[in-house]
């Protein structure tokens, strides 16, 4: 029997390739907006580091998801395809 662990990022802070392998830092908030409009601290968590493949592999999946949210609406393409907006 397998244990999974689940893990929360607000968001991939860096990403790095050093030989074969892609490294993703995932982080978090560690401080909360103290005004309204104003951004919260991020703090790296985790670090996730795949092999290239798994990482284009992953990154085609993400692309598929990022796809349908459009096309179901709930999504907006941005003019910079690279970063869709939430609606």
Known sequence: ???????????IVNLAVT???VRLDLAALDQLPTQEGS???LEVTHRVTMPIEGFLQSFALQQ???NKLIADGRIKPAADAAAPKAQ
């Open 1 to 11: 029997m397998s244990t999974k662990i689940h893990v929360f990022s607000e968001r």
């Open 19 to 21: 030989g074969n392998l």
């Open 39 to 41: 951004a919260g601290s």
């Open 64 to 66: 598929s998801l990022v």
